[in-house]
């Protein structure tokens, strides 16, 4: 069985919409805007693509990471992996950037219970919070920035459900203020 590991930039209030500078939010790119560069914060980034053994998005993701993540050569490593986009309306793949579409939670859970290394989620703030409601998020990789933005869409659903334990196995806090944290989902 697969792990699936939910992989964020979020602010301290929770927010992780358009870390990078996308357009159509007050605040799009937070997080090169709002604290001096630290490599050494990045560090988890470089690990997650070594050991992820495939990168699972949402739609909209999938549909902003297609046209440049192709042409990034920090990203070769995930350009290399198998990818898989969770939609209920995309009608096909984007052939610069090929993917399997699975249509929903219940599939990517057929999904995890295949051979092979953990699937990677990364942005995908709707499919992350519906997997973490479904119960089948084992691990986040979480890089908190010392800001709050108020408005914007958040990592965790505001659903009311049972509580759920998570255990701190990895956490440094770096010069410009950004936490690494990584927890795994106690079951």
Not at 123 to 151: C, I, M, N, Q
Request: charged content about 25%.
């Amino acid at each position: 069985m697969r792990d699936l590991i939910v992989t964020a930039f979020v602010s301290v209030d929770g927010v992780m919409e358009a870390p990078g500078g996308e357009p159509g939010y007050r605040n799009s790119g937070w997080t090169v805007s709002s604290v001096e560069m630290d490599e050494a914060a990045f560090e988890i980034k470089g690990r997650e693509q070594d050991e992820a053994g495939a990168l699972l998005l949402g739609r909209r993701s999938y549909e902003a990471f297609a046209p440049v993540w192709p042409r990034r050569e920090e990203f070769a490593g995930y350009n290399s992996k198998p990818r898989y986009v969770v939609s209920t309306t995309l009608t096909e793949e984007d052939p610069r950037w090929p993917a399997t579409i699975l249509r929903t939670v219940e599939d990517v859970a057929e999904l995890k219970r295949t051979e092979g290394g953990p699937l990677s989620v990364h942005g995908s703030a709707t499919l992350g919070r519906s997997l973490a409601d479904a119960g089948l998020v084992d691990r986040y990789h979480l890089l908190v920035f010392p800001v709050l933005l108020g408005a914007g869409r958040r990592l965790f659903s505001d659903t009311d459900q049972d509580l759920t334990r998570l255990g701190l196995v990895e956490h440094e806090v770096y010069a410009n203020g950004v936490q690494k944290q990584v927890f795994d989902v106690l079951r």
